[in-house]
């Protein structure tokens, strides 16, 4: 460690065992460490990029609205204008003169031609260097065409990823409170910071809807800007990926009085312990509705259900992969703690883990889920984490597309987790799929032609 960290990281890595937890994090990258991380504007476009029947406008140069463009795998079950990449194409005349004229002629094409629900207009670093007025534009625009268009605060250089989770937040909270909340069940709940990877969301909501509990809004994975509106109408938000949503949970509530919770779809205790906290929460806020009674009823059946045809399946992988070596380093610290447990329900060894924007509590977590001899790393880059993996051995990575290099260098099996993946792993489904896909990277055959010390 003492070789390839950079001395001012020192504080970012914490070896389960060795010190008390006293870990640095939730700071910007330091200088010259290549981080993992992406900007601010990346962050709040990985949030609202799967609202599907929004217009996504990137004001700044082509390569920011490239380099974001499709970029995270959500499905959606209609309209599809996320997947389409727009930008202002800003040029060095821009630059000088200004770009809000062309940022108003911009979102006049683009609404005439595609009829949004709403539009989202980022702004970028040379965005926040010139001055240009999005607000001005966006309010006027919003006159003239009468739907919300709203600007995205998202400077890439105005700090790290989670600023770009807030700036989405933003801009989401502008939305919700203006719809209609009629028809809304008193069981009923948002689900948050889920984005529809390989189609989860689709069966998370047929979890809710066989529990009898009725779902107002998908935020954001398929997710509709006419449902969002109408979101606070919701009796709880269910919130999945908590560093890209929390904070627009807490507004939620602080504005509208609609409790939150954090759950996790990923493992089996992770997946079953969200079901039967959100029937107790209903049964705690409706004692005396008979209909709370048969939610918990309904979500018993589904998990015994469930659980009696996974674990049976998952005998197979867990003999084959019991005692092999797993490195997770993924966005979100809040979904490693469930990659922990899942790796532990196949016998593997978590000898790595780390995020990119975690919380000194959720690391406290993390110490306290893994083993002696772990290595916990914050906002790790390439050098670090080609040096740990080398040490520790590790058989199989667990990252996004960023880190697939680094393991595929090394001759390590990797899993995708992150934006790109097509193999749906949350739910209960979700957990076999995991299962297989580790088993099928540490077993194959090719490993034994790549010598590894």
């Known amino acids: 460690m003492e070789a390839v960290a950079l001395k001012d990281r020192e504080g970012q890595i914490h070896i389960k065992g060795k010190t008390p937890l006293n870990i640095v994090c939730d700071q910007d990258s330091l200088a010259g460490a290549v981080s993992q991380r992406a900007c601010v504007f990346c962050g709040s476009r990985v949030v609202l990029y799967p609202i599907a029947d929004a217009l996504h406008l990137v004001h700044g140069p082509i390569g920011c609205a490239v380099y974001t463009w499709d970029i995270r795998g959500a499905l959606s079950s209609g309209p599809e204008l996320h997947r389409l990449s727009f930008s202002t194409d800003l040029q060095e005349m821009d630059v000088i003169f200004g770009g809000e004229k062309k940022l108003r002629n911009a979102l006049l094409e683009l609404i005439d031609r595609h009829s949004p629900k709403a539009a989202f207009v980022y702004s970028t670093c040379i965005v926040g260097i010139i001055g240009d007025d999005l607000e001005a534009v966006c309010r006027t625009v919003e006159e003239e065409k009468g739907i919300p268009v709203i600007p995205v605060r998202s400077e890439g250089f105005k700090g790290n990823k989670r600023a770009g989770y807030q700036a989405a937040c933003d801009a989401m909270f502008r939305l919700i409170g203006t719809g209609n909340t009629e028809n809304i069940s008193k069981f009923s709940l948002n689900i948050l910071g889920d984005f529809n990877l390989a189609g989860e969301i689709w069966m998370i909501r047929e979890y809710y809807e066989r529990m009898g509990i009725q779902v107002v809004a998908n935020i954001t994975g398929d997710g509709r800007v006419d449902d969002i509106r109408r979101a606070h109408g919701a009796s709880l938000n269910v919130v999945q990926c908590s560093g890209s949503t929390m904070q627009l949970a807490n507004m939620i509530e602080e504005q509208y009085g609609v409790p939150s919770m ?60 019991a005692g092999k070596k797993a490195a997770i380093y993924v966005g979100g610290s809040f979904k490693a703690f469930s990659l922990v447990k899942a790796f532990r329900l196949v016998d593997m060894d978590v000898v790595l883990v780390g995020s990119q924007t975690g919380t000194k509590e959720d690391y406290a977590e993390l110490e ?12 790790s880059n390439p050098l670090e984490l080609t040096s740990f993996l080398k040490e520790k051995g590790v058989d199989v990575f667990v990252g996004g597309v960023k880190e697939r290099p680094i393991a595929y260098k090394l001759g390590i099996g990797f899993c995708d987790h992150n934006h790109e993946r097509k193999e749906a792993l949350a739910g209960f489904e979700g957990m076999l799929n995991f299962a297989r896909e580790v088993y099928s990277s540490v077993m194959s055959p090719v490993w034994r032609f790549v010598p590894r010390s």
């Open 262 to 321: 954090r759950v996790s779809y990923f493992g089996i205790e992770d997946m079953s312990e969200a079901l039967y906290d959100i029937a107790r929460f209903f049964k705690k806020q409706f004692p005396d509705d008979p209909e709370a009674d048969r939610v918990m009823e309904r979500t018993r059946s589904l998990v015994q259900e469930e659980v009696r045809e996974l674990v049976p399946r998952l005998e197979k992988y867990r003999r084959a992969l």
């Open 368 to 379: 306290a889920i893994t083993d002696p001899g772990t290595v916990i790393v914050d906002d």
